[in-house]
Every structure is written in C-alpha cells, then in structure tokens.
C-alpha cells in the first residue's frame, strides 16, 4: 500500500472515530399511533405499529404484531427495544419540500441585506435548517444557494453535527448574462455576476460539470425571467431550447436531475421539450404548455402560497416597488393556472420557495393547494409520495419497509383538516424523536 493510499485509510478511521460510527447496529425503535396514513392509497391504518432499525423502517403491523413473540422470524425486534407510544395520533411520512432556499431570509428585501458580511447568509441557513425540520419537512430540494452554502450544511446534518432535513442541494443555480439567475443589483463598476452564468450550450455544459464536482445533487437552471431579479420580466425567455437540451443532457449523463425556475409559457414549453424534470412556479403557463407536461410527464412545482406573504410583509422587509409589481401581477395567475394543471391531470409536487416567506411556515401552503383545487390527501401525496417519485428516490416519502423512517404526527386526521400539517406534534427522523410538543 502507498503512502497516499495509507493517508487515506488513517484519515477515514479519524472521522468514523470522531462521529462515533462503529458499523455496530442501532437499538431498535417501536413506533405505535392512532392511526397511520398510507399516502400511496390514502388508506388510514388503525392502530399502527412499526419496527424501526437503524434508522429505516423493518416492518409496519397493528398494535402488539411486531413486538409480539409471533413476530416475523425475519424481522423480530429485540428485548432491547425502545417504544414510542403516540396515542390519539395520526402518522405521515416525512413531509419533501421541492424547492427552498435555506440561506435566504425574506425579512431582508431589496439592498437591506449588504451591511452584512457574506458568511451571515451561512450563519442563517442553519438556524433555518432547523426551523425546517421541526415544520416536518425532513427532506428537501435547495434550488439555489450562494457560496456552496446548501452542500456544507446538508454535509454538516449528515454528520450529524447540526440539525436539519436531508438536503438535495443544486449550490448556484444558473442561467445566462443578465438573466434572473444572475446578479442583477448592481452597477457595471462593480463587476457582480454569478459565476456560473452560461451563454451558449457549451457554456451550459461546462457550468453542470463544475456545479456537479463541487456537491451539486441537482441542477437549477433559470429558462426565463423572475419576481425578485431586476431588470427582468417573469414572462421573458432566458434560456433557448439549445441551452436547455444541453443542460438536461450533461446533467443526466451524470445521473442529476435538471429543475427549471420558469414562469412564463414560452419558457415552460422548451423547458418541458428539452426534458427538464421540475419545472419550478410555472406562474403563466398555457394550454398548451399544460398538455406538454402531461405527454412529457414533466412534474409542477408551484410556488402558490408565498406571495401572501410578499403582498402583506414584504415593503416592510424592504422588497422595492418594481418586484412588488411583479408579485402582484404574477400570484393570481398562477393560483389559477394551479388549479387549471391540476384538474388537467398533470403529475405536481409540493415545492414552496421557502426564503421567499419564513423558513419554518412550509406548512402553510397545504390549505392555499386545497383552496385551488386539491383535496387534502393529493396535497399530502405531493409533499410525499409524488415528490419521491419526482426525486427518484425509494428511501422517502412512503412509510414502507426499506425507507427511513422519517415521520411526523399530528393529532387528528389531516385528511379532513390539511392544516394540522402547518405544525406537526411530532417530528421522527431516522426513528429518532426530533421535535415533541405533546407528552
């Protein structure tokens, strides 16, 4: 063995040593309820009750199957084990967040966030991380961030060294010269861009490449104009068809997903022809637009409660008058081409722009999707199994044998009230209680 190699193996040995991992399993977990929602078939489940092993789920029976001596031979758990009993209490997978942006603030609007210095943003992004999670939310899609600052702190909650959800992380999003994406604050004489902006499809290419080695799981690329850029028109196209087939097709060559910031039709429509996998606000989309998406099966992301909250805070927060204008022409629109899609049959997820209104209020988007159109078990599936589909992912979203077991627990039936979900009694990650707010 050379001495690169031995370095190597030593260094490995120092971080399993310092966070504690031995290979040894965990104790086991008995997670018992009321009842548990199955959000494949929307079946409630009566009296619950679940093995829980080294953080995932073993087996899901009713009350006493599991710990009982008639157990499955397979999977009996051990006298060891620890129970979490939650009477008169509703179970739901951990809820999925699409889109978010943990290092960003919505109390700092327009130029108020420059007396800061850079590293603030940071600082922020892992108190918000944890306001996240105790909402429920125990993985998440970050479609943008400044810095790097979404691949180190979903590398800091894996090790465990702070709390958060599981972060998918697309580090900076991008798009061309003076596009959304961009830095569009600020004057010639001081030089501010993104430094991944890309003009042309081998430009495009290059910035996946790059994104993709420095942590990137997700590629964010912005196909048209936006709300809270200046100097462009949520409308405009930014990224021709060209540009986006280069973008999905470097990114899926690498196995990444590619999501789509576009809210107006043109831009919808060649991102869905370029085979984007989410498309992101979809503020303006069309009929035609629509029927792409079904034929394409391309997934929705629609942003439908944020502007409330921009319309009621954001002047105080410091948010200018040219992106309130724009706030208030695009939040209708797209409520009602919400409701249009979704009676249409296309396949949507549960993405909320967090950042945009408070880390921690996720939740509140639940009754704005059923006020337009949803009943409240699609829009539970969104935030759950529809958005591990959209994700590729069979270890979340669904409480079955084989995924974590993240979980959260309300008291009553969200299925008749969706807004039990705005703050969840209790909150399981990996059979670990991380949030309580009941005896």
């Avoid at 060294?161 to 992380?169: S, Y």
Wanted: aromatic share 6%.
């Amino acid at each position: 063995m050379n001495r690169k190699n031995r370095l190597a193996l030593n260094l490995m040995a120092l971080c399993m040593a310092t966070l504690g991992w031995s290979g040894a399993h965990a104790a086991d977990v008995i997670i018992s309820a009321e009842r548990l929602l199955d959000v494949k078939t929307g079946r409630m489940i009566d009296k619950p009750e679940i093995l829980v092993r080294d953080g995932k789920v073993v087996s899901i029976g009713r009350a006493g199957a599991v710990s009982s001596a008639s157990a499955s031979a397979s999977a009996p758990a051990s006298a060891e084990a620890t129970r979490v009993d939650l009477p008169g209490m509703t179970l739901l997978p951990g809820l999925i967040d699409m889109h978010v942006h943990l290092d960003s603030d919505p109390t700092y609007g327009g130029y108020s966030g420059l007396e800061y210095n850079d590293r603030f943003w940071s600082a922020l992004a892992v108190a918000h991380a944890g306001k996240t999670l105790d909402a429920g939310f125990t993985t998440v899609r970050n479609l943008g961030a400044a810095d790097w600052n979404d691949v180190g702190l979903g590398q800091a909650i894996a090790a465990g060294k702070v709390r958060g959800p599981r972060i998918i992380p697309a580090a900076w999003s991008f798009g061309p010269t003076g596009s959304h994406c961009d830095s569009t604050y600020f004057p010639p004489s001081m030089d501010e861009k993104n430094p991944y902006n890309a003009d042309g499809p081998d430009e495009v290419r290059k910035s996946v490449r790059a994104l993709r080695k420095y942590g990137a799981q997700v590629i964010k690329v912005c196909a048209t104009g936006g709300v809270f850029s200046r100097n462009t028109e949520p409308g405009q196209q930014q990224m021709n068809l060209a540009e986006l087939r280069a973008a999905v097709e470097e990114a899926h060559q690498w196995g990444l997903q590619v999501a789509a910031h576009a809210h107006g039709a043109a831009g919808i429509k060649d991102a869905i022809r370029a085979g984007v996998n989410t498309i992101e606000h979809a503020s303006l989309i069309d009929d035609e637009g629509i029927a792409l998406a079904k034929k394409h099966g391309a997934w929705l992301s629609m942003d439908i409660y944020n502007g409330s909250y921009t319309a009621a805070e954001g002047k105080k927060n410091g948010v200018l008058e040219d992106n309130l204008r724009k706030d208030r022409e695009v939040t209708e629109l797209q409520r009602q081409n919400f409701k249009r899609a979704h009676a249409a049959g296309v396949k949507m997820v549960f993405g909320t722009d967090a950042g945009v209104h408070p880390h921690g209020g996720n939740g509140k988007q639940f009754a704005v999707m059923v006020q337009y159109g949803m009943t409240p078990l699609q829009a539970i599936q969104a935030a759950t199994v529809n958005a591990a589909e959209a994700l590729a992912r069979k270890d979340v979203g669904v409480i079955e044998p084989g995924r974590y077991a993240d979980l959260v627990a309300v008291l009553g039936d969200p299925t008749v009230d969706v807004r039990l979900l705005e703050a969840p009694a209790v909150v399981i990650q990996s059979g670990i209680i991380v949030k309580r707010t009941t005896p």
